[in-house]
């Protein structure tokens, strides 16, 4: 759940502003080579850092009048859930209806995001103009390993032949891309085309109005600087270049730009204009009135515009509000300088204060990284613990799992916030490593007799053991740990009251809907209803209550729960997990009050959600439900039709999907007078039923083992189990 007031997160505006770079030298012959591979769907420009790609490729934009929609990437959208929130609101400052009609990610998505990249893509293709380009710019920042580079990889299944995209970065296209440029796909700029050529240096020299001292100067510096930009500017800075001769500038090399660079530039400025310098530099970018707060400097928006104006590797880009970026050779070179020329304890102090305002601003990425380089570890633990629900809420668990991983072992393993936080990580994605992190966490919340992390701890165990769909007695200590603890609700917040709720509604629906204590958690339920909490959680509540209800034969409650839902909820406004399994407790109604039209209603929603979304966790429930109904109405080869596709999923749904499995293949063999086919799936069902633990299906299956011994003429074997049903289905 997000918090009430917390700022939205990331703060993505500064990502997807154009930069206004001023192109000196317009580069024709590459833009000729840019209109060429219009019908290429990537053009990827890869050059070393200040080779002027960016400015190439905004240069281009603006001479073809070309849409955009620019994306400055940073190591933050390593993580997918980052990049394509991002992305979104980006989109959405020029059309405000974009961001409503994106895909939303949900977590369960992280089991399919190839499916959902391929959907996000086509759908954010579909409204760009016509002829327009999505820039990626600093491709470079995304690591290595990230699964980002496999899904902008599916842009290639779906991307519109009148669209493309254009890729800036320092390396070549990372492995997944690498059949795409084998398969014409994607087209490179690289390092030999983008430097400038010799007649594109001239033409810089002439245009900065550079006199030529001896008639081989331009060549020279054309040859000192392999046609690289950055360093070229760097070269023709010197204030004597025009007196300089040709024997001290064949002494020069690429790496003596640098240090030419430092001694000429940064010494030559007034020391509070270096220290501003270095210490604005622990900031990634920066806006004046965050210079201001940091440096102290009163005449930070001057010294900004004065490098600005004097192209010092200083970018500004205007958007909502203007931010200033320095070059990145530049920023290192002035973090360098800064770990060299001030004392360690105030650098460190600055470095503190940056990464505080960072925070405060809501660019937590940024600050949680400085607060990593200065292994600030109270800061980081902290860190986690204010932002780990709103991270999870954005479905940025990966963000969240590096955030926790970096924090040494020995404070990881002896804070239980942090293992429980680490625990809700990997839920439902990976289930198995969930587990002994709730465990770990419980023992020490238990051991420090924290109310709330012991409530949540066994919360998140019993999704651990729901998932991983072993056998629901494994519920049962978790209930109880949970009813002695019960007392201490009081003390949670709203957002962990609904967690722990919804946990225990989950859990008895499963194991014990007859439980003794059910109507307290089913009270808490009907009050979160009424709660100003978001629809999402309301309908996971609704659902949990509604097939209570209607396993209890409650069917005028359960319609209740479908009447005052089904209308307000959709796959776009809440998760499509919460969606699905809301739509199968309503087909499992419906066929219960034998509304079968309506049966087949909810299966088309649920299959469809599960097409489009890739959220396929409820479609074996939906098929047995569905096959349930036809069953009821005497439609057999419908029913055929969906327990044969149930057979191929069956293995993957568990011992409880297994017996719902073999319930309806004997069903079906009932109707058909197949006595020993019914007595063959009726013998697996009560058996896997049994070892499911789930007491809500123990009578419907020994009904229908009761039926199948009627069948065989058995009647005391009848007689028995059909008592058994009953005896059930008054406890149920």
Known sequence: MKPPNSPALPPCAAKGVKPAIRVIVHRERLYRILDETRNVPFTWVAAPPGAGKTS?????????????????????????????????????????????????????????????????????????????????????????????????????????????????????????????????????????????????TDAFLQLIGLEKSFEDLPRLLHEKTDGWIAGLMLMVKRSDIREINAGHLERFTPLAVFDYFADELF???????????????????????????????????EILEFLNHRQFFIERRIGEKVTYHYHQLF???????????MEGRELTEYKLRAARLLETRGFVENAFGLYQGLHETGEMSRMVMDRASELLFQNRHKTLETWISSIPDQTLNADPWLLYWQGMCFLPIRTPEAKPLFD????????????????????????????????????DPLIEGIIKEKSNMTQLSDEQKVVVVVGMLNALSFRNPA?????????????????DVPLDLKAQVAGFLMWNAASAGNLSEALYYVREYDDKINSENVTPLTFTVFETVALYQSWLGADFNKSQIYYNRISSTARDTGVKHMIFFAKAHLAAAELSRGNLSRADEMIHQMESLSEKSGVWGLALYFVVRAWAAV?????????????????????????????PTFLCRTIVYHMQGARAEAESFLMKAMDYCGKV
């Open 56 to 200: 190439l490729v905004s240069g281009y934009v603006e001479s073809r009048s070309l849409d955009c929609i620019w994306y400055h990437l940073d190591e933050g959208d390593s993580d997918p859930a980052a990049f394509f929130f991002c992305l979104t609101e980006i989109a959405g400052m020029d059309n405000p209806e974009y961001g409503t009609n994106q895909p939303r990610l949900s977590r369960e998505n992280f089991q399919n995001m190839t499916f959902y990249a391929r959907r996000y893509f086509a759908s954010l293709f579909s409204q760009m103009p016509s002829g327009s380009l999505l820039v990626l710019d600093n491709y470079q920042e995304v690591l290595p390993e990230s699964e980002l580079h496999h899904l902008i990889k599916e842009c290639l299944n779906v991307i519109p032949e009148d669209l493309r995209i254009v890729v800036t970065s320092r390396d070549v296209p990372p492995a997944p891309l690498a059949a795409a440029r084998a398969g014409g796909d994607l087209e490179t700029l690289d390092w030999r085309l983008v430097r400038f050529t010799r007649q594109e």
């Open 267 to 301: 010494e030559k400025l007034d020391a509070s204009v270096r220290k501003f310098l270095m210490v604005s530099a622990t900031l990634p970018f920066m806006t004046v009135s965050m210079t201001k707060e940091l440096t102290g400097h009163h005449h930070s928006e």
């Open 331 to 341: 920023r290192e070179f002035l973090l360098y300088k800064a770990e060299h020329l």
């Open 440 to 475: 770990k966490a419980l023992d020490l919340f238990e051991s420090r007799r924290n109310p709330a992390g012991i409530l949540l701890s066994l919360a998140g165990l019993i999704s651990c053991s729901i998932f991983m769909s072993r056998s629901f007695r494994v519920l």
């Open 515 to 531: 439980h003794p204590d059910y109507e307290y958690w089913k009270d808490m339920g009907e009050k979160i209803l009424l709660w």
């Open 671 to 699: 109707l058909r007078n197949d006595a020993p086919g019914a007595g063959f799936y009726s013998e697996k069902a009560l058996r896997n039923v049994f070892e499911a633990g789930s007491v809500q299906q123990y009578a």
